[in-house]
């Protein structure tokens, strides 16, 4: 299988490029070259297939046949080793639970897939690969759980001191082994600048093998289709199924959508967002309309600029490389993906709604969800939705527990993070400690 890029199709390249380099030197974002549905063999099957079972089946056909059957399936075994299960809330209504991995959030699944398809292609090198990651808290801690261990890789986190959550830290400066957390005294900006700089300084890239994490790496959406056919298969026969994202850069919904291509029978999808509402209003009027983001409650969905708009763009035949889709993209998309947006004040309402409705806890992004579903069915009932809740609702401990004015659960790997010791190596924000570090550390 070759990926191209969003900006030039003419522009493909393999797997393990697309993977290292991240994003084409274009700046448009890498897509599989071919998105064939799987054959009605496996449809029949499914209900008796393990959720592992799907992904090495989905990852086989997305893609090609450049991985021998044994190690793929080790790659999906060792990725997907936690499950999604789908939680009934009524007849209309259900959650498809993603935050049973390390971090307590989907994020895990792409990061725990792309460490184990880069350790498979650095196997024979005999240099560590290291990976270097700013983080402003929550995708550093998915990267540092999904590459926890991960032979042959090593992974550097720069993040600003004081700024981001106590857990955030923990999770970043507990594990050890393989990663190694720098405490930057100063902003992300900060952190992310050093980590430019290192890209671009050719001396130390001749001394040192250096990769990145980004969150728009095409090897994360593979095993965010895999949860969409493992809920289609939970919920089982009936009612036309339609999918409820909640979304800030659209990376899970755009896995929706290739699942659909993949056959995936979906009546439909809905984007949800918070107030940063830039799909829902491209949806709703046509423009596309970026804007800064705005600080809100579901904070992980605080985007102003979706960096997988291209893509969805794409996959509704958008012409390569325009930055405004036009008429007929618009309204392709426009059948396919109903968009609504909510204030916080509402998502609070909506947490306090689900727990005295259902006695289920939901987080502020599932809640976010559940508001937009309960709209769209408002105007077509007889459909069951599916809300895909992205993390759970203790990793939002202090909000959901003054909205619900109540204690929750915390589950074990979560509370025993409280405890560890933090390690990090404290830096100035001058790129010449860090590259002195580098070096010292694994040359
Ligand atoms: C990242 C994240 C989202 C947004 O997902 P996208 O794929 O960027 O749309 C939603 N909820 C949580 C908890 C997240 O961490």
């Given amino acids: 299988m070759k990926f191209y890029s969003t900006n030039d199709a003419s522009h493909k390249v393999g797997i393990r490029e697309a993977i290292f380099r991240g ?16 054959p009605e063999s496996f449809f029949r099957e499914l209900s008796s297939l393990s959720f592992a079972d799907i992904g090495f089946r989905i990852a086989r056909q997305l893609l090609g046949q450049e991985i021998p059957d044994e190690d793929l399936r080790t790659i999906v075994d060792e990725a997907i080793n936690f499950p999604a299960p789908v939680v009934k809330l009524d007849e209309e209504k259900y959650v498809l639970e993603l935050f049973h991995g390390p ?15 880069m350790a498979y292609y650095n196997q024979d090198s005999e240099n560590d690969l290291i990976i270097l990651v700013a983080t402003s808290g929550d995708t550093g801690g998915a990267v540092a759980a999904g590459f926890y261990d991960t032979p042959g890789i090593q992974v550097v986190i720069l993040y600003p001191s004081g700024k981001v959550s106590d857990l955030q830290e923990k999770q970043l400066t507990t594990l050890g082994k ?4 720098l405490e930057v005294a100063g902003t992300f900006d900060d952190c992310q600048a050093i980590v430019k700089q290192a890209f671009v300084d050719q001396d130390l890239r001749s001394q040192l093998r250096l990769s990145s994490a980004n969150s728009i790496n095409i090897s994360r959406l593979i095993p965010q289709t895999f949860y969409y056919f493992e809920a289609y298969k939970q919920v089982g026969p009936g009612q036309p199924i339609v999918f409820c994202v909640p979304s800030g850069n659209f990376g899970n919904l755009t896995a929706g959508l290739i699942a659909q291509r ?3 029978p979906v009546h439909h999808f809905i984007a949800a ?19 800064p983001s705005v600080p809100t409650l579901s904070n992980a969905m605080d985007v102003g600029a979706p960096s997988n708009f291209a893509r969805m763009t794409n996959l509704h035949d958008h012409v390569m490389g325009l930055d405004h889709p036009g008429k007929e993209t618009h309204e392709a998309m426009r059948r396919g993906i109903s968009g609504y947006s909510f204030s916080d004040d509402t998502t609070e309402a909506a947490v306090r709604e689900v727990e005295q409705r259902y006695g289920y806890v939901i987080d502020p992004h ?17 459909t069951r939705g599916i809300i895909l809740e992205t993390a759970h609702p203790s990793k939002f401990k202090p909000d959901v527990e003054r909205i619900l004015g109540h204690s929750i ?5 979560l509370a025993r993070l409280a405890q560890q010791e933090k390690v990090a190596t404290a830096v100035g924000t001058d790129y010449a400690t860090v590259r002195a570090y580098l070096l010292d550390k694994f040359r």
């Fill in 273 to 291: 967002t918070n107030d940063n509402d830039v799909v829902p209003q491209f949806l709703e009027r046509g423009e596309y309309l970026t804007k």
């Fill in 409 to 413: 659960d915390v589950p074990e790997r």
């Fill in 103 to 117: 971090s307590l959030a989907f994020k895990d699944f792409g990061a725990r897939f792309m460490s184990r398809l």
């Fill in 366 to 382: 599932g809640a976010v969800g559940y508001l937009a579903l309960k709209r769209w069915q408002k105007d077509h009932p007889g």
């Fill in 178 to 181: 393989n990663i190694h957390a």
């Fill in 262 to 264: 993949l056959g995936l």
């Fill in 23 to 38: 994003l084409p030197a274009d700046n448009g974002l890498y897509m599989p070259e071919r998105i064939t549905p799987l």
